[in-house]
């Protein structure tokens, strides 16, 4: 009879990857610290596979196809992202009848053989699996393009795959990567709220989870934590199980956690815990990360194209009225781009609306497609200034 012999939250930021220098390095080291604690914590375990259940940041799926959940059952999971790339042995057996007989229990989930995934799942094989000769079992669930899956119906699958783990013989660890509170590409992307991630915290220490199974979409979204989707599958999986914190880091602009549920190791409440309201108030009325308008398709498209595709990031810095043509976009539908090359991007970190999103870009998709925009001008900006350095060549 199989057995969750582990199960685990952790933060999976990008910023643990490039280490940008409007980071604190101590925050990042003490994120990475946590997540290699747990990791070793698996050698202690021996699972037999690793469940890793995580988000998409617009890099996978994307409006071509997004489904509410997915199983990767390919051969091997591969993942992508700064230019590190992971390769790890999925466990096709217990994948495959999880697919399988979750379809039987009702629970309609698309798949992918050949998938890429992006950076939930790569801080999780970069930190946590860490080399370790371990298969996993990658399943993703929509955070970030509604319609979204409710936290209740996110740990009803959970429950389902604790019911296929208990029918089989592998022992199995849980790792859902995602959270806490943060706003990326959205006027409040400087204001994570700190204080529901403490409130969360304590009830998480409490045993309390059937409280956050019970938060609305509008809710998550409210407070930036709808990447919990994925803890709440894991919920379902292990029932009312107390946690522990391993560490969290309030960096400016984001809530990094990582949790421990099993095995406990004894450790008490936590100071941010300590530190919770009794309960926390939601106001309502704020709805960050909405269904993107299919008339604003070519928008989100080129934004999406752009990230992957160097050549026609070039052009929308060099031939702005190729990539409209290209796309079937009027010269109005067009001229908001030019705002991709907007020097001063701070501005739009603190308190303003980009003219994207009013245009109707998806808040996250256009800020991963700004970061890369500036990106490349700063490579440009560096090869003209190499160009124009005079030769140290002596004569």
């Not at 990582?258 to 530190?275: D, H, N, T, W, Y």
């Not at 070519?298 to 009225?321: G, Q, T």
């Amino acid at each position: 009879m199989g057995k969750i012999v582990g199960a685990f939250a952790t933060v999976h930021a990008p910023q643990l990857f490039d280490r940008p220098p409007s980071e604190d390095p101590k925050q990042l080291d003490a994120d990475i610290a946590a997540m290699r604690q747990i990791g070793k914590e698996l050698e202690e375990t021996k699972p037999d596979a690793v469940i890793v259940i995580g988000s998409d940041h617009l890099e996978t799926f994307f409006l071509s196809s997004v489904p509410t959940f997915a199983i990767l059952s390919g051969e091997f999971s591969h993942a992508e992202f700064a230019g590190r790339k992971y390769e790890l042995k999925i466990h096709e057996a217990l994948t495959e009848d999880l697919l399988d007989k979750l379809m039987k229990m009702g629970f309609d989930l698309g798949y992918s053989q050949d998938a890429v995934l992006g950076h939930a799942f790569a801080a999780v094989y970069e930190w946590v699996i860490e080399g370790r000769k371990i298969p996993v079992v990658p399943i993703f669930v929509n955070a970030y393009l509604p319609p979204l899956p409710t936290a209740k119906r996110c740990a009803e699958l959970g429950r389902a795959i604790g019911k296929v783990i208990a029918s089989r013989p592998e022992n199995v660890a849980i790792v859902a990567s995602g959270g806490m509170s943060h706003f990326p590409g959205t006027w409040k992307y400087p204001k994570p709220d700190f204080d529901f991630d403490y409130w969360a915290i304590s009830e998480i220490e409490k045993g309390n989870l059937d409280t956050l199974i019970n938060l609305t979409n509008e809710q998550l979204d409210e407070v930036g934590n709808t990447e919990l989707l994925s803890w709440m599958i894991m919920f379902g999986a292990i029932g009312n199980h107390k946690g522990e914190l391993v560490t969290y880091q309030p960096t400016w602009h984001h809530g990094h956690a990582v949790l421990r549920f099993i095995p406990l190791k004894g450790a008490g409440p936590s100071k941010e815990g300590q530190e919770a309201s009794k309960k926390y108030e939601f106001k309502g009325g704020y709805e960050f990360y909405k269904h993107p308008s299919p008339s604003a398709y070519k928008l989100n498209k080129v934004l999406y194209d752009s990230r992957f595709k160097r050549d026609l990031r070039l052009r929308l810095i060099h031939d702005l009225p190729s990539v409209a043509k290209e796309y079937g976009m009027t010269p109005d539908e067009a001229k908001v781009l030019e705002t991709l090359q907007d020097d001063d991007i701070e501005k739009f970190r603190d308190g303003q609306v980009h003219p994207l999103v009013e245009a109707g870009a998806h808040p996250l998709g256009m800020w991963m497609a700004v970061i890369r925009i500036h990106s490349e001008l700063r490579k440009l900006r560096a090869e003209k200034n190499q160009i124009g350095q005079p030769s140290s060549a002596t004569h």
